[in-house]
T-cell receptor, first 114, second 114 residues
């Protein structure tokens, strides 16, 4: 099925470890996003990529890096994981103007940092 | 930046009863308004959206939302809920200033009681 695919679905890290969350979409969308979801705080934007080759910081970028590898793929990297980064991470994409069409979300990555 | 307030974090309601989930946003400039639904262990799915035109918008599964510019609100309603409506509901706002960025509320957990 067409959509946004995130891997892995679950991950446990030790403090200080690094990892990369992968995201791929097959809808030929230009824009891609990374959000984190925390209880009582809704979704907060970490980074986004309006088009291939560009990335910009969102509301909570500290501790993260991103790579827009090509039009399909947008990865999120934690260089040195901290317990405060325990969260559910969602990747999303939009075609054309997101304000007109909304986002298509992946199913999420549940990350626990111990 | 926009801010979005969902006044009720949890709403329990009996099956076949009506429900209203409240959403208020901060800015009165031209906005685009969305409701997303998240079923357990899944990503967010677009429920309905307001871009322009009629202030009352409907979804295919019986939900409706009304844009009220003077009260900067976009409340979600359903006249008769079903067990399958149990989910987390997020209100989201975007405007011309934020471009493709969305601002999400903290979510309302709707529990339908048999």
């Amino acid at each position: 099925n067409a959509g946004v695919t995130q891997t892995p679905k679950f991950q446990v890290l030790k403090t200080g470890q690094s990892m990369t969350l992968q995201c791929a979409q097959d809808m030929n969308h230009n824009s891609m996003y990374w959000y984190r979801q925390d209880p009582g705080m809704g979704l907060r934007l970490i980074y986004y990529s309006a088009s291939e080759g560009t990335t910009d910081k969102g509301e909570v970028p500290n501790g993260y890096n991103v790579s827009r590898l090509n039009k399909r793929e947008f990865s999120l990297r934690l260089e040195s994981a901290a317990p405060s980064q325990t969260s559910v991470y969602f990747c999303a994409s939009s075609g054309g103007a997101a304000t007109s069409y909304g986002y298509t979300f992946g199913s999420g990555t549940r990350l626990t940092v111990v | 930046a926009q801010s979005v307030t969902q006044l009720d974090s949890q709403v329990p309601v009996f099956e076949e009863a009506p429900v209203e989930l409240r959403c208020n946003y901060s800015s009165s400039v031209s906005v685009y308004l969305f409701w997303y639904v998240q079923y357990p262990n899944q990503g967010l799915q677009l429920l309905l959206k307001y871009l322009s035109g009629s202030t009352l918008v409907e979804s295919i599964n019986g939900f409706e939302a009304e844009f009220n510019k003077s009260q900067t609100s976009f409340h979600l309603r359903k006249p008769s809920v079903h067990i399958s409506d149990t989910a987390e509901y997020f209100c989201a706002v975007s405007d011309w200033n934020t471009g493709n960025q969305f601002y999400f509320g903290t979510g309302t957990s709707l529990t339908v009681i048999p």
